[in-house]
């Protein structure tokens, strides 16, 4: 198996401290650029962060909540595509987030970029730490236990 059929898996790893500039944007890290590719997706994720997926990670979504019936999949279909951008990093690695996902995830100034396996997150700092400050052993535990650890 050669490197090129390596990249072909994405594997978003690594937390990235960053500063949202005053026209609303942020850095996307460079290892996540190279996974994420020339041109990806931004939209709004669980607990209050921004899912950042690659075009084939948004494609494996799209067919998925599109092969639910609609009466189930209608809340997942508006929930992820009706404030979806999709984005081109700038020569710096920035891109633009629209006002309406950085009202979404509280992103005023400071930022944590998370690698989260296939995609990756854009969280307020602030969240991002009491989020993480909520994670005990015991809930992990119980995460592992349903992995077979």
């Not at 072909?8 to 460079?30: F, S, T, W």
């Not at 999709?86 to 020569?91: F, G, S, Y």
């Not at 700092?125 to 236990?145: C, K, P, Q, R, Y």
Request: glycine share 6%; with cysteine; charged share 30%.
């Amino acid at each position: 198996m050669g490197s090129r059929s390596l990249r072909k898996c994405i594997m978003l790893i690594g937390e990235y401290q960053h500063n949202i500039d005053p026209k609303g944007r942020v850095i996307v890290p460079a290892k996540f650029r190279e996974d994420l590719g020339e041109c990806f997706y931004v939209t709004k994720g669980l607990d209050g962060c921004l899912f950042v997926l690659s075009p084939r990670e948004w494609k494996r979504l799209q067919d998925k909540v599109m092969a639910m019936p609609i009466s189930k999949a209608r809340g997942l279909q508006r929930f992820f595509f009706s404030g979806a951008a999709e984005v081109e990093p700038d020569k710096q690695g920035r891109i633009l987030l629209p006002q309406q996902l950085r009202d979404y995830a509280h992103l005023i100034k400071d930022v944590t970029v998370i690698g989260a396996s296939t995609r990756a997150e854009i969280w307020d700092t602030s969240h991002w730490e009491e989020f993480n400050a909520s994670l005990t052993e015991e809930t992990i535990a119980e995460a592992m236990d349903m992995l077979d650890l």
